[in-house]
C-alpha cells in the first residue's frame, strides 16, 4: 500500500509545478512583438490599413467625404430608392455624430480599433521603436529613416484628415501603452497642428524613394502631393484670419507668407519628379477611362496614380468591410428593366447621387469625354428568359407609336409584350434642361426606359421633372423609387472574391482606390498660380487636365449621345452616324482661357457660379473647384477640398437642390406632388455650422480633467464647436 | 404490527390525511400502553424478510435499531437477521427510493416488512461537492431532481426534464432540435459574462464536454447546489450554481437488462390566424388608400377621412410590383374577370351601385372577387409530421465486490420543419471493483456522437428571418414558389429582397456534428474505518464539425450561392484531484469530518474554419472545399487557447449530538488566464443547521419527521475572463501591397494586468421539514446575493489610441424566495395521489455600473433594475379625430411630428411635444415575478397519471405587435377587424397605412406597442403510464413492464397575447438586445405552440 502512496504523491508533485498557471501567448502577440524586426514592420504594415479609412464604410470616412456637398446628396433612409429626403439630409446631426465618432476612433469588430486616433497612437508607437528599439534592419539609419517617414506620412495624413473634419484637435505625438483613467485631451490650434505635420512632411519628402517596390507604399511624390496641399490648405485658411464669418475664421491654419510659393515648388517636385513633365500628356494616363477600367487598374495601374488606397481580389486581405465604395453610388436598375442584379453592373445601394448640378456642371458633354467615362449611362437587358424578364410591357399608346416612327428594321411593339429584349438597352438618361425638353410621347414609347431630366407634353406644353415610366414622378422626395445615372468609377466585377455571377450580391469590393493622383497635383499647382494671379500658368496646368479629357480621334461616343444627348446637335452629320467616330482631337475646344473665369462671359455663365464669386480671382477659385467635381466626381475629395477653400456652404445651397434651404432657385414642373417634386425650391436644411463636424457626446463625456475629474458643463461646452 | 399498518392504510383510503392524524394519535397512545405493560430487557434475535410492494425481495435494506448504532443490511433475497437489545426496540428499515418503515419489536421473532416507493427520500443520500452525505445532513440549499422525474419527461437532454420542477432555476424553451436550452440559477448576475452553472459530471467538471452529450436515460439524479455555502467549494466557477449529475450505476443482483423507448409524434400548432391572399390583398389596398397611394380612393389628406376606392388591376400590377414575377401577376389577376378568360388582357367590368357612385366611383369599375386569387400555404409547405424517437438498453449487474452498468442508445428527431432533424448515439459504461478491502478502483465514461442539422438558415444576427418557418411567415400568400415548369422561382413576388424559402431547403445546409466522449476515473483507498484517500481523475474530448453550404440553385438569402464552410473545434480537458477523508465521531457526540483536496486542470481548446465559394460541384458540400474556381480560400484561419486552473481546497464538517451542523469550507484557485501576480484567488463559506427534530422535545413528537433549519454565507467566483485578455493582445489586420500580402499587427486592447474574477456572496436561510407522517415535505429557502467586481468593457476616450478596456466595475444583486413542496394528498394501497410543486421568485438588480450608480443608458442598464429591462416609448392609446387629440397633435407636428388620426401616440413624458430619445423609460422587464410548476401524479393499481402544469407570471413580452401592411410579409386576419380605421375608430391597432416615408416599415411607434404582459400557464404534458403486475410478469422472467402515452404542450393560457396568437413561453429570441437595447426578436416569430404525441414503453428483463 506504501508503494501506491508513493505513486500518488509523485503525480501530485508532477502537477504542483508553478510553472503550471504560466500562461504561453500561443495564439496571441503582445506589444513585445514589436521588440522585433518582424515586429516592427508589422505594426507599420498595419499603420497602412488606414489609408481605407474613406473608402470602406459609409458609417466611418465614407458618408463624411462627398455627399453633403455640391456634386453628391446621400439618399439616406431611402437609399434603395434613390430618394433623398430633409431627415436624411443635413439636419441629421445624430447620424453624422455617429460617423464622427467612428472617424475619430472606435471599436471594429475583432479587427484593431479603426479610425485617426488609435492610428496616430500606432504611430507614435511606431516611431518610438524606430528611434529607441531599432531592431534588426531598423539599425540601419537608412532603412530606419525611410520607415520613419512613411510613419510620419500616415501619422500627418491621420491629422489632415480629423483636423479637416473637426479643426482644432489635441494633437499627440508620444506613444500611450497603458490606462491610467487621466483623460486630459485639450485640443490644439490648426496652426500648430499644421506646423508640425508640415515639417513632418518636409522631413519625410527627403528620406522617401521615388518608387517603392511594394505598389502602394508611401514614395517620396505621394508625400509631395500631400505636403503641396497643406500648404496651399494653409494659404487659403490664411485669407479668413480677419474674417467676419465665425465658421470660416475656423479654417485659418496660420499666416506663413510662402506658402503658395511652397506648394508650387513640392508640386512642381512631384509633376517633374513622378514621369517628367514632357510629352503629350505630361505624366498623365492618355485615357480618363483607364484609371477606372477595372481591366487595367488593377493589374497594371496609371504612373498617374500617387497612391492609392490598396484591395485585394483576396478579400481576406481586405478587412471588416472591404471597399464597399463600389457598392455606395449605383442607383437601382432593376426596376422593369429586364435587367437582373449583375456584377457588371454593380450592387445598386445607392446610398449617395450625385445633384442635377454635378450633371449639368459637364458644360460640355458632347467633347468632354469625362462625362460618359465617368456615369454608367446605359444598361443591357440581361433577363434571357422573355416570361421571366422584368420588363415593363407595351401599351396601345407606346406600340402605336413605336410601330409608326421605329427605326427600319426594328421590331414591332405589340401590345402586352414585353418592351425590353434581352441583350438590347434596357436603361439610359438624359440629363437634359428646360429649354432642351424631350417629346413625352417619344420619351414614354421607346423599346427601353428613357429617363430624360425634363419631358414636356406635346398637347399641353406642359413640363415635366423625371418621370417614371407610368408617368409618375419620381426624385425630390416624392415617394416613387428613382433610379438615378450613376458613377461607374468604382463597380467591381469581382465583388467578393472573383467574376463569378454568384457574387452579385456581394457587398466585398476589391479594388484598389486612388487616394492621390497627378491630376490633382496639376490642380493644386494651377490654384496656387492663380491665387498669385499668375493666371497663363495657371491655365497651362488645368489644361493639361482637360487636354486629356478631350476625346481623341478614333474614340467613339455612346450611341445615346448622338441620339438624345441635345449637345450633340453640334455634331457632324458622320458624327452622328454609328460606329459615332471621332474624327479629330477634341482638344481645342476644350482648352480652358481666361473667358472661363471673366465676370460676363458666356463661358463664366454656364459654368453657373455662386453668387458671391463676383470677380475675375473669385471666380477663377469656383472654376478650379468646377474642374475638380469633372474631373474628380465621387473620388472623396470634394468635401475637403471645398471645405478648406471656403467654399463649401454656398456651393452646397446653390448647387445641391436636396440640402438646400433655399426657395425659388430652381426651375419648376408641372408634376409636384404634396408639396414635393420639382417646385423649384430646396428640400434641405444645410447650415453653415457644418463647416466643422459635431464633437459627440459619447466622446466629450469620457473627457476628463488633469486629475481624473470628468469635465465641467463650461469645459465641454468649450471643447464642442461652434453651431451644436 | 403487520396487521394495525393493514388497518392503517386502509382506514387511510377512506380518510383525509387530517383523520389519519387523530388514528395515529390513537394508535401511539395505545402502543405506549402496550411497551410500558411489556417493560422486559432481554435481548433476542430478530428475522424477516423485507420485500417491495410487487412481492420482490428487497437487497440491501438498512435495518436498524433505532437510536443505536447498530444495524445490518438485507441479503440479496430480501432476507436479514438481527439481535435487538429489548421489547422496545424499535426497527428502523431504510432503503433509498422506499418510504421507510419503524417498528417496534414487542416479542416478534420474525418481522416481514413491505416496503413501498416513497414521494420524499429524506434518508436518502444526495450528491454534494465533493461527496455525498445524507439529505437530512445538507448544510446548504440544495435541490435533488431524481431519476423518476427525469424518466417521467420523454427529452432529448436533461435540463428539458429540470424545467419547472425545481425552484430557483429557471430553464427556458427552444424549439431547435438537438439544442440545449439556457438555464440560470437563482436569477442573473453577470452583465457581460455568462450567467450559466457550472456542471459536473460523476465528480468532474464538464469542461469540454456538453450536457446535451448526455442521454438522459443514463442519469440516476440531478442536484442543484443553489446557495454561496454550497458552491463555494467550487471556487471561482460556483458563483452561477452548481449541477452535479450522477450516472447510473450497476446495482448489487441478478442482472437486469432494460429497454427504454418513447416515440413522439410532434407538430407546430400555430396560434396565429394568418391572412390568404385576398385578405393579404385587401389590408394592403387599403393601407394604400389610407395614404393616398392607390389612386381610386379620393384621398384629402390624412387629417381628413379617406372614401375608399375599388381595386384595379393596373394598379395591383404597379403597386405590389408584379411586373417582376409573372406567376404572382397571374395569380393577383385572377381575382378579376377578363374577356374570353385571357387573363391581362381586357378586363370585365360593372356598372357600380349608387351608393359607390355616392362615394365618388365612376359608372364602371372593374369585376372584382378576392376569393379567385389563390393562396399558398408556405407554413404549411415548409412543415412536416415530426416524429422523435428514442431507443436505450441497458444493462446493470452487481455483486459485492464489483458492479457494472452498460447503456446503448439511439435518438432520432425529424423536425418538424422540414430542413431539420437531430440524431444522436449514445454508449456508456461504468464499473467499480473492490479486488481488496481496503481499495475501490472504477471507472465511468461516454461516448456520444450526434448530427444536429439546423436546416438552411443559422442566422443569429439582428436582422431577418431565423429559421425556414418564420421564412415562410414572411412570404405572402398570392406568391407561389414554382413556375408553371415546376421549377422554383427564386424571388417570388418580384422583389430582390424576397427569397424563396422552399427553394433552399435542398439548396442550403447548416450542420454541426459532435463526437464526444468523457471518461472519469476513480481510486479510493481506505488507510482506516476514519481515513480514506480518493484520486480521481477524468478527462473529457470533444469535437464540433459545423459544415454549411450553399448549392449553385441557393436564392441568395442571406448568403451567396455555392458557398462551403468548415469549422472545427477541438476541446480536451483533464481534471486530476487528489482528495483525503477524514469522518470520525468522538464520544460519541461529536462527528468530526474533514475533506481536504488538491487539483490541477487543464483545458484546451483548438479550431480551425475554412470558407469558400464558388464551389465547382454541389456533391461536395463541404468536403472537397478546394474544388472551387478560386484558388484560395476568402477566409480561413486557426485558433488555439489553453488554460490551467490549481486548487486547493478544505472542508471541515461537524456535528454535535447529530443536530447542530457546521460546514466550513475554503478554496483556493489559481489560474493562468489572470496576469502574474494576480493569480490566486480564496473563496471561503461557513453553513450551520440545526435538525430540531433530533431535539428532545420534539423527537416524540411524531407528525414532524424533520424540521431542519439551514443558514449559510459564502463566497464564489465567475471565472469569466477569458485566456489572453489581461495581456493586451494584438490583433492581425490585413493589408496588401499590389497582391502581396500585407500582416499588420496593432493593439487591440490596452494591457490590464488586475483582471480578476466577477464575485458573489451569498447568504441563505433555508428550512427544511417532513410532516404528518411525510404527507407534506419540502423546503423554503430565502436569500441574498451580491455580486461584485463585475467584468464591463469600458470605453476609453479613443485619443488615448484605444477604445475599450475590460475591468472589474459594477455590482448586481439578487435575492429570492424558494419553496418547494411535496404532499401526499391520498394514500391507499391501490390509489395514491402526490402532488409537486416548486414556486420562486426572484429580484435582480443593478447596484453599480461604469461610474458608480449612473445608469448606462446606451447598454440599457439601469441602477435598481433587473439587468434587462424594456426601455422605450410608453403607448398611451391611438390618436383620435377629437378636437382636443387634432389640437395636441398639431403642437407635435409643428415640431416635425408626422401625427395625424389613426396613429399610434406615445407619451411625451417631458411634456416638449417632441417625441425623441427623452421621452423613452422603462417599460419593465423579462423577467417574470414568479415562476412555478405543479405536477399532480395518480396511481392506481399498475396505472400512473400525471399532468405537469408550468406558469411564468409578472414578465413583459416584447414582439406582441403584429406584422402590418408596408413590411412584405404576412399578416395575422385579426388586424382586419381591429385596425383603426375612419369607420372603426375603437380599433385597437393603428390604422393600416403605407406611410409616405417607406423606411418605417411598420407604423411609427410601433414597438411602443409591442410589449406587452408575458404571464403565461402551460400544460407542459399530460401522462399516462401503465405497469403491468409483477405478478403476471414474473411467469415470463420481466421484472417490469411499463407502457406509457404522453401528450405534450396540450393548452397555453394567457392574457391578450397568447389570445391574439403569440406563445410567450417561446422566448426565444426575444430576451437578448441588440446594441441598442431593442430585443433581437424571435426564431419564428414566436407564434407556434409545439405540441407532441408521446408513445413509449420501459421494460426490464
Redo the contacts between chains.
Keep these: ?1 506504501k508503494k ?2 508513493a505513486y ?1 504523491l509523485i ?2 508533485s508532477a ?2 509545478c508553478t510553472n ?12 513585445a ?1 514589436y521588440n522585433t524586426e518582424d ?1 516592427l514592420e ?8 488606414y489609408l481605407r479609412v474613406k473608402y470602406e464604410w459609409d458609417s466611418n470616412g465614407a458618408k463624411l467625404i462627398d455627399c453633403e456637398t455640391d456634386n453628391q446628396s446621400t439618399s439616406g ?2 437609399n434603395a ?1 434613390g430618394m433623398a ?1 430633409v ?1 436624411g439630409y443635413g439636419s441629421n446631426v445624430s447620424t453624422i455624430a455617429a460617423n464622427v465618432a467612428n472617424f ?4 471594429n469588430s ?4 479603426m ?1 485617426a ?2 492610428e ?3 504611430c ?2 511606431a516611431l518610438e521603436q524606430i528611434d529607441n528599439v531599432h531592431p534588426g534592419k531598423f539599425a540601419t539609419a537608412s532603412f530606419a529613416n525611410e520607415r520613419k517617414a512613411e510613419v510620419l506620412f500616415l501619422r500627418s495624413y491621420a491629422y489632415y484628415l480629423i483636423t479637416n473634419q473637426m479643426g482644432a484637435v ?1 494633437l ?1 505625438l508620444k ?5 491610467n483613467g487621466i ?1 486630459y ?1 485639450p485640443k490644439v490650434g490648426m496652426d500648430t497642428i499644421y506646423r508640425q505635420i508640415i515639417g513632418d512632411l518636409r522631413w519625410a519628402f527627403n528620406q522617401l524613394p521615388p518608387t517603392q517596390s ?4 508611401i514614395t517620396k511624390w505621394a508625400c509631395g502631393h500631400l505636403l503641396a496641399k497643406l500648404y496651399l490648405n494653409r494659404a487659403q485658411g490664411a485669407t479668413f484670419a480677419n474674417s467676419t464669418d465665425p465658421y470660416l475664421k475656423m479654417l485659418y491654419k496660420g499666416t506663413v507668407s510662402t506658402d503658395l510659393d511652397s506648394c508650387i515648388y513640392y508640386a512642381t517636385q512631384v509633376i517633374n519628379g513622378n514621369q517628367g513633365n514632357s510629352g503629350t500628356y505630361k505624366g498623365l494616363a492618355t485615357d480618363y477611362w483607364t484609371l477606372f477600367n477595372p481591366a487595367v487598374s488593377e493589374t497594371s495601374p496609371s504612373p498617374e496614380v500617387l497612391l492609392a488606397a ?10 471588416r468591410f472591404g471597399d464597399r465604395y463600389c457598392n455606395y453610388m449605383i442607383g437601382d436598375y ?1 426596376n ?1 428593366t429586364g435587367v ?2 449583375c456584377m457588371a453592373y454593380g450592387r445598386p445601394f445607392g446610398t449617395y447621387k450625385p445633384t442635377d448640378w454635378a450633371y449639368d456642371n459637364f458644360t460640355d458633354k458632347v467633347n468632354d469625354s469625362r462625362y460618359y467615362k465617368t456615369f454608367q449611362y446605359e444598361y443591357i437587358s440581361n433577363m434571357p428568359t422573355l ?2 424578364s ?3 410591357t407595351w401599351d396601345a399608346k407606346a406600340a402605336a407609336w413605336w410601330n409608326a416612327n421605329k427605326p427600319a428594321g426594328a421590331a414591332s411593339a405589340v401590345v ?1 409584350q414585353k418592351r425590353i429584349l434581352f441583350g438590347q438597352r434596357a436603361l439610359t438618361y438624359v440629363e437634359n434642361s428646360p429649354n432642351t425638353a424631350l417629346d413625352s410621347l417619344t420619351v414614354m414609347s421607346q423599346p427601353y426606359q428613357l429617363m430624360a431630366r425634363w419631358v414636356k407634353s406635346a398637347t399641353t406644353g406642359k413640363l415635366y421633372y423625371r418621370l417614371w415610366i ?1 408617368g409618375t414622378g419620381i426624385g425630390l422626395n416624392t ?1 416613387h423609387a428613382a433610379p438615378y445615372l450613376s458613377i461607374k468609377k468604382f463597380i467591381d466585377p469581382q465583388r ?3 467574376t ?1 455571377e ?5 457587398e466585398a469590393g476589391t479594388r484598389d482606390i486612388i487616394l492621390m493622383r497627378l491630376a490633382e497635383t496639376y490642380l493644386i499647382r494651377a490654384e496656387a498660380y492663380g491665387r498669385k494671379g499668375d493666371y497663363a500658368d495657371a491655365l497651362a496646368d488645368i489644361n493639361t487636365v482637360r487636354y486629356r479629357a478631350a476625346y481623341k480621334k478614333g474614340e467613339s461616343r455612346p450611341e445615346i449621345c448622338a441620339l438624345w444627348e441635345p449637345q450633340a446637335k453640334s455634331l457632324s452629320p458622320a458624327e452622328l452616324t454609328p460606329p459615332y467616330t471621332v474624327p479629330v482631337d477634341e482638344t481645342a475646344p476644350m482648352m480652358a482661357t481666361e473667358a472661363n473665369f471673366t465676370p460676363g462671359t458666356p463661358q463664366a455663365a454656364a459654368e453657373n457660379y455662386v453668387p458671391s464669386a463676383t470677380t475675375e480671382a473669385q471666380m477663377f477659385i469656383q472654376f478650379i473647384y468646377n474642374e475638380k467635381v469633372r474631373e474628380f466626381l465621387g473620388e472623396g475629395l470634394s468635401w475637403e477640398d471645398q471645405h478648406n477653400a471656403g467654399i463649401l456652404y454656398e456651393r452646397v445651397i446653390y448647387h445641391n437642390q436636396e440640402a438646400s434651404p433655399l426657395s425659388n432657385k430652381w426651375p419648376v414642373a408641372a408634376n409636384t406632388y404634396n408639396g414635393n417634386g420639382q417646385d423649384g425650391n430646396g428640400k434641405g436644411q444645410y447650415k453653415e455650422c457644418y463647416t466643422f463636424r459635431v464633437w459627440p457626446q ?2 466629450l463625456n ?2 476628463t480633467d488633469p486629475k481624473g475629474n470628468p469635465l465641467s458643463a463650461a469645459a465641454l461646452a468649450a471643447y464642442q464647436n461652434p453651431g451644436y | 404490527m403487520q396487521k394495525l399498518k393493514c388497518m392503517k392504510t386502509r382506514k387511510e383510503a377512506h380518510r383525509g390525511w387530517s383523520s389519519q392524524i387523530l388514528s395515529l394519535k390513537m394508535m401511539w397512545t395505545f402502543l405506549l400502553l402496550f411497551v410500558i405493560s411489556l417493560a422486559s430487557a432481554q435481548s433476542f434475535l430478530v428475522k424477516g424478510i423485507v420485500k417491495d410492494n410487487q412481492g420482490l425481495g428487497l437487497p440491501g435494506v438498512s435495518v436498524r435499531i433505532q437510536g443505536e448504532n447498530k444495524g445490518t443490511l438485507t441479503d440479496e433475497n430480501g432476507a436479514y437477521s438481527l439481535i435487538v437489545p429489548s421489547n422496545k426496540a424499535v426497527l428502523l428499515f431504510t432503503f433509498m427510493g422506499m418510504e421507510p418503515q419503524r417498528i417496534t419489536v414487542n416479542n416478534q421473532h420474525i418481522i416481514n416488512v413491505t416496503m413501498s416507493e416513497s414521494a420524499v427520500a429524506l434518508n436518502e443520500v444526495v450528491a454534494i461537492g465533493y461527496g455525498r452525505v445524507k439529505k437530512s445532513d445538507v448544510t446548504g440549499a440544495l435541490s435533488q431532481v431524481t431519476e423518476k422525474v427525469l424518466q417521467s419527461k420523454p427529452v432529448t437532454n436533461v435540463l428539458q426534464a429540470m424545467q419547472g420542477q425545481v425552484s430557483g432555476v429557471d430553464i427556458s424553451s427552444n424549439i431547435k432540435p438537438g439544442t440545449v436550452p439556457s438555464i440560470t440559477v437563482r436569477g442573473n448576475r453577470s452583465l457581460t459574462a455568462s450567467n450559466s452553472p457550472l456542471y459536473v459530471v460523476d465528480g468532474i467538471p464538464l469542461t469540454a464536454g456538453s450536457i446535451g452529450d448526455i442521454d438522459p436515460n443514463d442519469i440516476a439524479s440531478v442536484e442543484i447546489l443553489k446557495d454561496a455555502s454550497s458552491t463555494a467549494i467550487y471556487g471561482s466557477r460556483g458563483a452561477n450554481g452548481v449541477i452535479l449529475i450522477t450516472t447510473k450505476k450497476g446495482k448489487k443482483g441478478t442482472v437486469s437488462i432494460s429497454y427504454d423507448g418513447t416515440v413522439s409524434f410532434d407538430n407546430y400548432h400555430s396560434l396565429t390566424k394568418w391572412m390568404n391572399a385576398g385578405q393579404y390583398l385587401e389590408a394592403n389596398r387599403i393601407a394604400l388608400m389610407n395614404a393616398g397611394q392607390y389612386g381610386t380612393e379620393k384621398y384629402t389628406n390624412l387629417d381628413t377621412p379617406v372614401q375608399m376606392g375599388y381595386p384595379s388591376p393596373t394598379i395591383d400590377i404597379q403597386k405590389f410590383a408584379l411586373a417582376n414575377d409573372y406567376y404572382s401577376q397571374q395569380n393577383v389577376l385572377k381575382g378579376y374577370s377578363w374577356v374570353n378568360n385571357v387573363i391581362g388582357g381586357t378586363v370585365i367590368m360593372r356598372n357600380t351601385t349608387p351608393q359607390e357612385q355616392a362615394m365618388g366611383w365612376p359608372a364602371q369599375v372593374p369585376q372584382y372577387n378576392d376569393a379567385n386569387v389563390q393562396s399558398y400555404d408556405w407554413r404549411a409547405a415548409a412543415l412536416r409530421q415530426g416524429i422523435t424517437q428514442n431507443h436505450q438498453i441497458s444493462l446493470s449487474a452487481g455483486t459485492d465486490n464489483a458492479h457494472l452498468y452498460m447503456s446503448a442508445a439511439f435518438l432520432n428527431q425529424l423536425g418538424v420543419q422540414k430542413d431539420q432533424n437531430f440524431n444522436r448515439y449514445n454508449m456508456s459504461i461504468n464499473g467499480d471493483v473492490t479486488p481488496v478491502k481496503w481499495l475501490t478502483v472504477g471507472m465511468s465514461s461516454y461516448a456520444a456522437l450526434s448530427i444536429q442539422n439546423l436546416g438552411e438558415l443559422n442566422n443569429s444576427s439582428n436582422t431577418g428571418s431565423k429559421d425556414l418557418y418564420s421564412r415562410a411567415c414572411d412570404q405572402v400568400p398570392y406568391m407561389v414558389p414554382k413556375d408553371s415548369l415546376g421549377n422554383y422561382i427564386k424571388n417570388p413576388g418580384g422583389n430582390i429582397n424576397i427569397y424563396n424559402p422552399l427553394l433552399d431547403i435542398a439548396q442550403a445546409i447548416n450542420q454541426n456534428r459532435t463526437e464526444a466522449a468523457n471518461v472519469s476515473s476513480f481510486a479510493d483507498v481506505r488507510f482506516t474505518p476514519w481515513l480514506r484517500y480518493h484520486l480521481n481523475f477524468g478527462a473529457q474530448f470533444r469535437e464540433n464539425r459545423y459544415g454549411a453550404w450553399t448549392g449553385s440553385g441557393y436564392s441568395g438569402y442571406l448568403a451567396a450561392a455555392k458557398t462551403a464552410t468548415y469549422n472545427y473545434s477541438q476541446n480536451f480537458s483533464y481534471v486530476m484531484e487528489n482528495l483525503l477523508y477524514f469522518d470520525k465521531t468522538f464520544n460519541k457526540i461529536h462527528t468530526l469530518g474533514a475533506t481536504l483536496m488538491q487539483s490541477v486542470q487543464q483545458s484546451r481548446a483548438e479550431s480551425s474554419s475554412l470558407n469558400a465559394g464558388s464551389q465547382i460541384y454541389d456533391a461536395s458540400m463541404w468536403y472537397n472545399i478546394q474544388a472551387n474556381t478560386l484558388s484560395t480560400p476568402p477566409s480561413y484561419g486557426t485558433g488555439f487557447s489553453q488554460s490551467q486552473l490549481m486548487s486547493y481546497m478544505g472542508r471541515v464538517n461537524y456535528a454535535l449530538m447529530d443536530r447542530y451542523l457546521i460546514t466550513a469550507t475554503g478554496r483556493w484557485d489559481g489560474a493562468s488566464v489572470l496576469a502574474s501576480g494576480h493569480q490566486w484567488s480564496f473563496f471561503p463559506s461557513v453553513a450551520a443547521a440545526w435538525k430540531m427534530q433530533e431535539e428532545p422535545f420534539l423527537r416524540h413528537v411524531d407528525w414532524i419527521r424533520e424540521l431542519k433549519l439551514r443558514v449559510g454565507y459564502g463566497i464564489t467566483g465567475n471565472a469569466a475572463v477569458s485566456p489572453y485578455t489581461s495581456s493586451g493582445p494584438l490583433s492581425s489586420n490585413p493589408y496588401v501591397f499590389g497582391s502581396t500580402p500585407a500582416m499588420g499587427y496593432l493593439p487591440q486592447q490596452v494591457p490590464n494586468s488586475k483582471l480578476g474574477w466577477e464575485q458573489t456572496a451569498e447568504t441563505d436561510l433555508g428550512v427544511d421539514f417532513s410532516i404528518f407522517n411525510d404527507r407534506i415535505s419540502g423546503s423554503v429557502d430565502v436569500y441574498n446575493e451580491n455580486t461584485s467586481k463585475l467584468l464591463m468593457t469600458k470605453s476609453l476616450p479613443p485619443v488615448t489610441g484605444f477604445v475599450s478596456e475590460l475591468e472589474n466595475i459594477g455590482a448586481t444583486n439578487n435575492r429570492g424566495i424558494e419553496i418547494n413542496l411535496t404532499t401526499v394528498n391520498l394514500r391507499t394501497r391501490n390509489f395514491t395521489w402526490t402532488t409537486n410543486i416548486s414556486w420562486s421568485t426572484n429580484k435582480e438588480k443593478i447596484v453599480s455600473l461604469l461610474n458608480g450608480k449612473q445608469d448606462m443608458l446606451a447598454n440599457r442598464w439601469f441602477i435598481g433594475q433587473p439587468l434587462q429591462v424594456y426601455y422605450d416609448y410608453k403607448y398611451v392609446g391611438i390618436w383620435q379625430n377629437t378636437p382636443a387629440d387634432l389640437a395636441e397633435m398639431a403642437k407635435f407636428n409643428a415640431n416635425g411630428a408626422k401625427f395625424h388620426p389613426g396613429m399610434i401616440r406615445v407619451a411625451d413624458l417631458n411634456g416638449d411635444y417632441k417625441i425623441d430619445g427623452n421621452d423613452q423609460k422603462i417599460l419593465g422587464t423579462n423577467r417574470p415575478k414568479w415562476t412555478g410548476g405543479i405536477t399532480n401524479t395518480f396511481g392506481y393499481k399498475g396505472f400512473e397519471l400525471s399532468f405537469f402544469v408550468y406558469a411564468k407570471i409578472g414578465q413583459m413580452y416584447y414582439g406582441g405587435f403584429p406584422t402590418y401592411p408596408g413590411a412584405t410579409t404576412n399578416m395575422p386576419t385579426y388586424i382586419l377587424k381591429d385596425a383603426w380605421s375612419w369607420s372603426n375608430p375603437s380599433g385597437k391597432f393603428p390604422i393600416m397605412n403605407i406611410a409616405e416615408d417607406p423606411s418605417y416599415n411598420q407604423p411609427q411607434y410601433a414597438q411602443a406597442m409591442a410589449y406587452n404582459k408575458g404571464s403565461f400557464v402551460v400544460v407542459r404534458n399530460i401522462s399516462i403510464a401503465y405497469s403491468i403486475p409483477a405478478k403476471i410478469l414474473t411467469k415470463y422472467n420481466i421484472k417490469k413492464f411499463q407502457v406509457f402515452g404522453q401528450v405534450l404542450n396540450p393548452f397555453i393560457f394567457g392574457g391578450d397575447l397568447v389570445k391574439r396568437g403569440i406563445n410567450p413561453d417561446d422566448n426565444t429570441g426575444w430576451d437578448t438586445a441588440s446594441g441598442t437595447g431593442m430585443p433581437i426578436g424571435g426564431m419564428n416569430n414566436n407564434t407556434i405552440l409545439q405540441q407532441s404525441f408521446v408513445c413509449g414503453v420501459r421494460a426490464s428483463f
Design positions: 500500500m501506491y502512496i500518488l503525480l501530485v502537477f504542483s503550471y498557471l504560466q500562461e504561453k501567448q500561443v495564439t496571441n502577440l503582445t506589444q512583438y515586429g508589422s505594426l507599420i504594415k498595419g499603420l497602412y490599413v433612409a431611402f430608392l429626403t431627415a475619430i476612433g472606435g471599436a475583432s479587427y484593431a480599433p479610425g486616433y488609435p496616430i497612437n500606432n507614435n508607437i489635441p499627440l506613444a500611450n501603452r497603458s490606462d483623460y485631451y511594394d505598389r502602394g507604399r490598396q484591395f485585394d481580389v483576396n478579400t481576406s486581405l481586405n478587412g432593376t422593369q437582373t442584379r416570361s421571366s422584368t420588363s415593363y402586352g407610368d415617394t467578393g472574391g472573383s463569378s454568384t457574387n452579385y450580391n456581394s459619447a466622446y469620457l473627457l
